[in-house]
């Protein structure tokens, strides 16, 4: 299984904006299994990216722990977002051994996003959480900015790829 994850923000960084998260699953085949996206108002990119992946950890990679996906492959998960992808792989781990602070004495932008991730990886949970390039002919990962945008609804998504 391989999931496409994108978030965007028109206006990110006004008062006002609009949001929005997309989410792809594939076989390893590439065959399209699965789409989602959900919108949002006055948020950042930032957010709806970790959204995205968040969405795909725990609805993927906490629910392949059920006795009949005991044995199955940890589901790959690609963002095109080095900030989620460090946060997630990376980071995380040093903020959360000093009490949540960065190096520069600040606390993490999103944080209930990544303590959320935190906690459920601290479970035993696990997804491969890979960068792709974006906005670089990948299919998938421009259908994931495609739903993150609104270009495209899911259902859209499945008229044309399903």
Sequence with gaps: MVIYTDGSCVGNGKAHNSG????????????????????CENTTN???ELKAILY????????????????KEIPIVYSDSNYCVQTFNEWMFGWA??????????????????????????KGYRIELKKVKGHAGNKWNEVADQLATGKLTPEEVYKIYG
Excluded: C, H, M
Aim: hydrophobic residues 30%; without cysteine.
């Design 20 to 39: 929005g998260f997309g989410v792809i699953v594939v076989d390893n085949n590439e065959n399209l299994l699965f789409n989602y996206s959900k919108r």
């Design 46 to 48: 930032n957010r709806e």
């Design 56 to 71: 795909s950890f725990l609805n993927y990679g906490v629910n392949i722990y059920n006795e009949d996906n005991f044995n």
């Design 97 to 122: 051994n000093k009490g949540w602070i960065k190096s520069d004495k600040q606390t993490p932008e999103n944080l209930d996003l990544i303590q959320a991730y935190y906690n459920w990886y601290n």
